[in-house]
Antibody
Framework: QVLLVESGGGLVKPGGSLRLSCTAS????????MSWIRQAPGKGLEWVSY??????YYADSVKGRFTVSRDSAQNSVYLQMNTLRAEDTATYYC????????????????WGQGTLVTVSS | NLVLTQPHSVSESPGKTVTISCTGS????????VQWYQQRPGSGPTTVIY?????PSGVPDRFSGSIDRSSNSASLTISGLRTEDEANYYC?????????FGGGTKLTVL
């Protein structure tokens, strides 16, 4: 079955950096696009990034600070987070994206369990 | 920018039917597909409706989705409510290079 496992979360000081990993199994990783979505404690879901074979999109709140990469050999996608702020504190979910060819047709069909990032001094 | 508005909470009794709305602030909700995700406490979200009204394999047919173009809104309807349906539900769509979520609706089954 599809399994997405996030790791790399933890406590980091404001201005610091952290790299999250998401390792996928149960499907052909190279056939799918991947996304990151976050959820601040007690709050709703906020889309962070979407990466396809040709482009990566970022939410305005993280653009210029976060970078996504993927390693098909490791079946993994990564989220490099720099210049972290208190408002970046959240559980970060990795999600597989699937759809029917145009961006508006893509959605998040499988999600991981998330990894908690806490930005605090 | 698209904003999706959901009621903060709804409650209903077991066996009854509940509908959760998701209203778009601008443009039209019908311009792009709407998805619905269920999130139980302590767990990652799961998809219950995709592309407006499609159910993933394994989601019971008690869950259904619809679009009302006249009111620029989408709806998730759950019939025959069960206690295990108690969760937060989020609608989601797309707008100009961004994927947008509604604020979420807490469903209480009591």
């Amino acid at each position: 079955q599809v399994l997405l496992v996030e790791s790399g979360g933890g406590l980091v000081k404001p201005g610091g950096s952290l790299r999250l990993s998401c390792t996928a199994s149960g499907f052909t990783f190279g056939d799918y696009y991947m996304s990151w979505i976050r959820q601040a404690p007690g709050k709703g879901l906020e889309w962070v990034s979407y990466t396809s074979s040709s482009a990566t999109y970022y939410a305005d709140s993280v653009k210029g600070r976060f970078t996504v990469s993927r390693d098909s050999a490791q079946n993994s996608v990564y989220l490099q987070m720099n210049t972290l702020r208190a408002e970046d504190t959240a559980t970060y979910y990795c999600a597989r994206s699937t759809g029917n060819g145009y961006l508006g047709g893509f959605y998040f069909d499988f999600w991981g369990q998330g990894t908690l990032v806490t930005v605090s001094s | 920018n698209l904003v999706l508005t959901q009621p903060h909470s709804v409650s209903e009794s077991p066996g009854k039917t509940v509908t959760i709305s998701c209203t778009g602030s601008s443009g039209t909700v019908a311009s792009n597909y709407v998805q619905w995700y269920q999130q139980r406490p302590g767990s990652g979200p799961t998809t219950v409706i995709y592309h407006d009204d499609h159910r993933p394999s394994g989601v019971p047919d008690r869950f259904s989705g619809s679009i009302d173009r006249s009111s620029n809104s989408a709806s998730l309807t759950i019939s025959g409510l069960r206690t295990e349906d108690e969760a937060n539900y989020y609608c989601q769509s797309y707008d100009a290079g961004k994927w947008v979520f509604g604020g979420g609706t807490k469903l209480t089954v009591l």
